[in-house]
C-alpha cells in the first residue's frame, strides 16, 4: 500500500498564525513584529530574550508579545521561527489546514512509521513529494522540512544560512533506512536544541574550513549530499562564479532524482581567476588614459622623481597618446580648485586640455591592451 | 553629531562628501591620529586617476582641499604615519608621494605591473613603504632611494594587504595567504592555507586587547569573512561567517563580494561592505551582527573609520561585479560619512 505523502504546509507564526512562504521571512517577521523592544526598537530573537532585555536594559517588564493573538501572547516560551512550537499547537495547526480532518497519522509516534519504510515499495526519501510541482519545491524546499518530523530525515539545516559544514548527526546523512528512525530522533532533538540555542552570526560556521562554500543547496539523501559537496570540496580556482549551480545540479542528478536543493545561489562576480580590479583595468577606457601616461613618462618623467626609476616603465607606452603632453586628468569640479588652499589651478587648466587630448585617443582604434588579456565581457 | 542629508542615494541618511571622484572611488583613508591638531582629512583615490584631500569638520561639512592625479587609475592610498604625506598606487606601476603641506608629488616606488597596495610600516628601528603588485612582487622602499631595500616574490598577483607593525598580511591570486613578520627587517613568517574556498579580496589586521596586532579578516568574493588569529589559542577562535547575500526567499540567493573590511579602531568590532550596496556592522567576539545598512543604489567600494572611531566612510560606486555592461557612467559615486562610535560599541553580556 503506498503511504499518503502529507501535504507540506508553510512555517507559520505560532503568535499570529500568519503563514509564511519562507522560514527566514517569519524570523523576520517575527522579530520586527513581536520580538522588537518597544522603547529602543532593537530586535530580539525570542520571547524570553526580549522579556531580558526590556528588564536588563530599561528596568521594564513585558508580559506579553506585543502583536500577539489572546492565548498566544506568553512570553515564557522560547520559540524561533518554526523552532520550540509546543507540540499540540503544531498538531492543531496541522488540523486546521488539512479542513478540520483529524489525521490519524499525526498522532502515530514518527519513529515507528519510520520503521516501516524498508517494507514499502520504494524508498519515499528518493521520491520527490509528487504533490508539488518540481517547480515549486525550491520555493517550500525548506519551510517543509522544519514542520514535517515524519519526513526522511535529510541533511537539511534549522535555517539555511546555519548549515553545518559537514552534516553534524552522521546518522542524518545516510540513506539506509534503518538508520532513519534513528535519526528523526534526533532530527527532533536537534531541532529542539537549536530552538534554544541562542543565534549567534547569522551566517556563522564554525572553525571548520571544510565546509564546501555554499553550503545552502542541500542536497538529499546520502548519495545526493556527497556529490554536492564532492565537487565542491575542492573548487577550481579558474572555475569560479556559477559553480554552486553547477554542484547543485550535479548533486540532484546523483541524487537519484532526488528532491530539490532549497535555495540555489549565484556568485555575483564574474567567473574568471582575476579581481574586479584587474577586470576593470583591462577596459578600453582605462586603458587609453593609461597608455598616455605611459607614453608621457617614458618620454621624459615630468614628476620630480628619483632619477632612475624608468625600468618599471619600460612596458608601457605604445599607446595612442600622441596628442598628451602631460598627465591626464579629470577636469576638478569647480568647487575643489576653488576653495583649495593649496592652489590647482593650474592642474585645472593643464585638464582641460588633456581632457581634449584624451578624447582624441579614445578614437585612435588601436588601444594599448593591458597583458594580451581578451576584453572582460 | 552629523545633520540629516538630502539625496535619494543617500539610503542611511548620512553626510555626503562634497565633490566626490568621478568614477569609483577604489581607496578611501583617514588621517592618523598623530596630527598636531584635532582635523580629520580625508583621503580618496579613484578610477578616473585622481586622488582627493577633504578636511571633515565636526560638524559633519566637508570641505574640498586639494587634488592630484596619476598616470592611471589609483588603486590604494596610505597616509604616512605623521599625517603630512599620502602615497598613492595606480594601475601607471608607480607609487607617489604627496606632501601634502608642500603640496608637490614625487615617484617613490615602481613595479613592473600596476600597484595594487601601498602601506606605511613604521617600526621602532626603520620606516618604509610596502608596496605590493599584479607582478607578483611585494617591495619595500625608504622613500629617498629608486631602488627598492627589499623585493619578496609572490607566489601570486596580490590582491590585498595589510600591515600594522610587526605583522604584514598579504592575500594572493590563487588563493595565497602568507603573514610577514616585519620586526628587525620583513622576513615571511608564515603562509597560510586559505580559510576560504574563493578569490581573496580584502584582508584587514585586528589586534588583541593589548593592542598588539593577533590576527586579521579576510574577504573573498563569496559574501564570507574569515576570522584568523595568527597562533589561536583555541582551533576554534579562528571561524567564517557570511555576509552580503541576498536573504533567497524565492529560491535563489545572490551572493556578492566582500569589499573591504575594516576594524574600529576603539571598539575592536569591524565593519564589512559588499558588492551588493551593504555595510555591516559585527562583533567578532561575540560573533554578532552588530547592525546591517540598507543597501545602496550601487556597491560599496570601499570604507574607513578615522582615528578616533567617531566617523565612518564608506564609497559607493560600480565595482565591475557585473562586468562592463552594467557600468552606467550616470550613475555618480559619492562618499557618506556617518557617526558611528555607539553604533559599533561591542556587544554586552
Known amino acids: 500500500m503506498g503511504r499518503k505523502k502529507k501535504k507540506a504546509s508553510k512555517p507559520w507564526c505560532w503568535y499570529c498564525n500568519r503563514e509564511f512562504d519562507d522560514e527566514k521571512i517569519l524570523v523576520q517577521h517575527q522579530k520586527a513584529k513581536h520580538f522588537k523592544c518597544h522603547i529602543c526598537h532593537k530586535k530580539l530573537y525570542t520571547g524570553p530574550g526580549l522579556s531580558i532585555h526590556c528588564m536588563q536594559v530599561h528596568k521594564e517588564t513585558v508580559d506579553k508579545v506585543p502583536n500577539s493573538l489572546p492565548n498566544r501572547s506568553n512570553i515564557e516560551i522560547e520559540i524561533f521561527g518554526m523552532d520550540g512550537i509546543p507540540a499540540e499547537d503544531l498538531r492543531d495547526h496541522e488540523r486546521q489546514k488539512n479542513g478540520g480532518k483529524s489525521d490519524s497519522e499525526d498522532d502515530e509516534p514518527a519513529a515507528k512509521k519510520k520503521v516501516e519504510y524498508p517494507m514499502s515499495v520504494p524508498p519515499p526519501m528518493m521520491m520527490p513529494p509528487n504533490m508539488m510541482p518540481p517547480h515549486m519545491l525550491g520555493q517550500y524546499g525548506m519551510g517543509m522540512m522544519q514542520h514535517m518530523p515524519p519526513l526522511p530525515p535529510y541533511p537539511m539545516p534549522m535555517m539555511p544560512h546555519m548549515m553545518p559544514p559537514r552534516p553534524i548527526f552522521p546518522a542524518m546523512a545516510t540513506t539506509s533506512a534503518a538508520a532513519a528512525a534513528a535519526a528523526v530522533h534526533q532530527h527532533q532533538q536537534h531541532a529542539a536544541a537549536m530552538a534554544h540555542q541562542k543565534p549567534t552570526f547569522p551566517a556563522y560556521s564554525n572553525a571548520t574550513i571544510s565546509a564546501p562554500p555554499t553550503t545552502n543547496n542541500a542536497g538529499v539523501g546520502g548519495s545526493g549530499a556527497a556529490s554536492n559537496a564532492a565537487p565542491l570540496a575542492a573548487p577550481d580556482p579558474h572555475q569560479q562564479g556559477r559553480l554552486p549551480n553547477a554542484a547543485n545540479a550535479s548533486g540532484n542528478a546523483a541524487g537519484g532524482g532526488g528532491v530539490v536543493a532549497a535555495v540555489s545561489t549565484k556568485i555575483m562576480h564574474p567567473a574568471e581567476d582575476a579581481s574586479l580590479e584587474e577586470l576593470r583595468a583591462r577596459q578600453p577606457k582605462y586603458q587609453a588614459r593609461l597608455a598616455i601616461a605611459l607614453a608621457t613618462i617614458a618620454a621624459g618623467p615630468k614628476t620630480n622623481s628619483p632619477s632612475n626609476n624608468g625600468g618599471g616603465n619600460s612596458g608601457g607606452g605604445g599607446g595612442g597618446g600622441s596628442a598628451a603632453s602631460s598627465m591626464p586628468s579629470t577636469p576638478p569640479p569647480p568647487s575643489l580648485s576653488g576653495i583649495s588652499p593649496t592652489g590647482s589651478a593650474a592642474a585645472a587648466a593643464n585638464a582641460i586640455a588633456v581632457s581634449t587630448a584624451i578624447s582624441k585617443a579614445q578614437e585612435v582604434s588601436s588601444y594599448h591592451s593591458y597583458r594580451n588579456h581578451s576584453q572582460y565581457k | ?349
Not at chain 2, 156 to 162: G, I, L, P, T, V
Request: hydrophobic letters at 35%; glycine letters at 6%.
Open chain 2, 1 to 349: 553629531m552629523f545633520g540629516a542629508a538630502q539625496s535619494t542615494t543617500n539610503r542611511m541618511n548620512d553626510f555626503e562628501v562634497a565633490s566626490p571622484p568621478d568614477d569609483s572611488v577604489s581607496a578611501l583613508e583617514f588621517s592618523p591620529s598623530t596630527l598636531q591638531v584635532q582635523k580629520n582629512f580625508l583621503i580618496a583615490g579613484a578610477w578616473d586617476n585622481s586622488v582627493r584631500c577633504w578636511e571633515v569638520e565636526q560638524n559633519g561639512q566637508t570641505v574640498p582641499k586639494s587634488m592630484k592625479t596619476m598616470g592611471g587609475p589609483v588603486l590604494d592610498v596610505c597616509w604616512s604615519d605623521d599625517g603630512t604625506k599620502v602615497f598613492m598606487a595606480s594601475c601607471d606601476k608607480q607609487v607617489k608621494l604627496w606632501d601634502l603641506a608642500a603640496d608637490q608629488v614625487m615617484q617613490v616606488a615602481a613595479h613592473d605591473g600596476p600597484v595594487k597596495t601601498c602601506h606605511m610600516v613604521k617600526g621602532p628601528n626603520y620606516t618604509c613603504l610596502m608596496t605590493g603588485s599584479w607582478d607578483k612582487t611585494l617591495k619595500f622602499w625608504d622613500t629617498r632611494s629608486p631602488n627598492p631595500m627589499m623585493a619578496i616574490n609572490l607566489p601570486e598577483r596580490c590582491y590585498c594587504a595589510d600591515v600594522d607593525y610587526p605583522m604584514a598580511v598579504v592575500g594572493t591570486a590563487g588563493r595565497g595567504l602568507i603573514i610577514y613578520s616585519l620586526e628587525n627587517s620583513p622576513t615571511e613568517y608564515k603562509r597560510q592555507e586559505s580559510p576560504l574556498k574563493y578569490q581573496h579580496r580584502t584582508i584587514s589586521i585586528f589586534k588583541d586587547k593589548k593592542k598588539t596586532p593577533t590576527g586579521y579578516a579576510l574577504g573573498s568574493i563569496e559574501g564570507r569573512v574569515a576570522i584568523q588569529y595568527v597562533n589561536p589559542v583555541n582551533p576554534k577562535d579562528n571561524f567564517t561567517f557570511k555576509c552580503h547575500r541576498s536573504t533567497g526567499t524565492s529560491g535563489f540567493q545572490d551572493i556578492y563580494a566582500v569589499n573591504d573590511i575594516a576594524f574600529h579602531p576603539a571598539h575592536g568590532t569591524l565593519v564589512t561592505v559588499g558588492s551588493d550596496g551593504t555595510f555591516s556592522f559585527w562583533d567578532k567576539d561575540a560573533r554578532t551582527k552588530l547592525k546591517s545598512s540598507e543597501a545602496m543604489d550601487q556597491s560599496i567600494t570601499k570604507c574607513g573609520f578615522n582615528a578616533n572611531g567617531q566617523i565612518f566612510a564608506y564609497a559607493v560606486g560600480y565595482d565591475w561585479s557585473k562586468g562592463h555592461e552594467y557600468f552606467n557612467p550616470a550613475k555618480k559615486p559619492q562618499i557618506f560619512l556617518r557617526s558611528c562610535y555607539d553604533e559599533l560599541k561591542p556587544r554586552v553580556n
